[in-house]
C-alpha cells in the first residue's frame, strides 16, 4: 500500500468513527453550531474530567461524566488544564441552560447552575452512546440548550400498580435522560394507601391492601401472603432514599394525597371518616370500574385533621414547594345526602355541594403555607371558587388551565388530549396491549402546544409547565409501564424544551431512532413506533 492510500484509509476511518456524533439528540439543544473547520476533540475512557472544588453537586455531576462517559474526575486545579471541564457562570436567566464548547481546549461544559451542568452532560451521552471504540472523535463546535418550561414534568401512579424502589429509580433514571425535573408521584387511591405515615402508623399497612393483590414478580417485590392482608407500600426509609436519588438528577419529587375522592383505601382503615360510616374496602385492579361515590366527609372535623397529619408526613419527607392535593372526579352524591356535610355547608352559609370541597381545599392551603409549601390541585378545584395561592393542573382539556391562567394563577398543562400515555399508542388496537381507551399516537403527543392563542401575553405567563401522566390499572408490569412510557415521553419532552418554531416532527423521528438505539442498549421496553 503506498503511502497516499494509506492516508487515506486512515482518514476515511476517521470520518466513519465521526459521522455518527452530530448532536442532533432529543431534546434537542437551541443551537448545534459545528465549526466549518470540521477538526475533531477526542473523546476517551479515562480522560480527566475537572471540575470546581467546594461544590457536591458540581462533584456528583463529575461522577455523572465518570458512569455516562467513562471519564476520570478531579479537582479543578490552576496549574494543570484539563480537555474537559466543568464550570458554572452561564449567563441565562434560565437555571437549566447550558453551553457546550468543543474546541482546540477540548471540551468545556458551562451551566447556569448545576442543574445545567448535568443537561449538557445528558446532550453529550446521548451524542456519543451508539459510538464504538475507546476514543470517540468530537466534531469542534457550540452547543447551547435552554429549556421553554420551568416544569416538566411526568406522573406515575403508584396506587393501580405498586413499583418497587429499584423500578421508581429506573423511572427517574429514564425522567432524567429526557430532560424532566419533576416527578409527580400518585400516592393514594382506592386501590391502595402507598406511603408510611408516621402519625397514623396502621394506615400503609391495611390502607395498602386490595382484594386481587398482584405481584410484579419481574419488578423482584417478594410475594405476599393473601391472609396477611396486607399490601405493598413505600417506608419512610425508602422514600427519603428515593427522594435523594431524584434531587442528585435534579429531579424534585411532588407527591400526592388524592382527596376527597379516590379515598377507599383511607376509608376502609378509618370508615368514620367517610358519610355513611362504611364498611369499606379497596377496589380490586381490575376490571376497570368507574367512579367511587364514597368520599371523605367534608363535615367531619377528625377528616380535616387526618388530611394534616397526613400531608404533614409527607412534608417530613419531601421537600418540594408543592404538594398535590388531587381534588379530581369527587362525586358529591354523599355529600348531599350527609346530615354532617349538609350541616356544615349551612355553618358556612354555602349554596352547592362544590363549595364544600373549595372550603376543605382553602384550609388545607392555609396548612401548607403554615409549611412553606404550595398547593397543587386537578382543574376540578376550581368548580366552587379557586384558592388564594392554589396551581391548576389542567386535565379535562385545556378549559380549566385557562379560566386559572385569567384568574392569574399559575397552571401545569396535561391535557388528555395529549399528555395521557395510559391510551392506545398505535392505531391498530390488535397490536398492542389492552388498555382501558383512548388514542394519543406519538404524533400526536409531539403536536401538542401547551399555550393557548386565546389567553393574552400576560396571561400566557401563567402557564409555567407541561406534564404527561402514566395512569397505571393496566400497567401491571414494570415492562409495561416503560412500553406505554415511551416513547411518548421524548415527544413531550420535546414539548417541554422547544419552541414551536423548532419543532419538526420527521426530523424528531430521524433523531428518535438514534434514542431508540439507546433505549434498547439501556434495556427500556418502548413501544417501536413513529405513528
Ligand atoms: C385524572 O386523570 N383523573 C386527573
Ligand atoms: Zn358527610
Redesign the pocket.
Known sequence: MNKLSSFLIALLSCLCATAEVNYQVIPLPQSVLLDPSGKTAPLAKGMTVAYPSGNAQMKRNAEFAREYLGLNPRKQSKKQSAPFTLSLGLKSDNPDAYLITIGKKGVQIQGASESGVFYAIQTLRKSVMNEEGDTIRLPWGTIYGTPRFAYRGCMLDASRHFYSVKFVKKFIDVLALHGLNRFHWHLTDDQGWRYESRSLPELAPKGSWCPDLVTLDDDGLEPLPASQKTGYYYTREQLKDIVEYAAERYITIIPEVDLPGHMLAALSVYPELGCTGGPYETYPFLPFRGLEKDVLCAGNPKTLEFIKKTLNDLCEIFPSEYIHIGG??SPRDRWRECPKCQARMKELNLEKEAQLQTYLVKEIETFLTSKGRKLIG?DEILEGGLSEGATVMS?RGYAGGIEAARLHHDVIMSP?THC?FDYYQLADRNAQPACEGGFISLSKAYSMEPIPQELTEEERDYIVGVQC?L?THYADSPARAMYQLLPRLAAICEVQWMYPSQKDFSQFKGRLEKLEKIYRQLDYQFCPSFE
Open positions: 379530581d372526579e386537578w386535565w388528555t395521557y401522566n395512569w
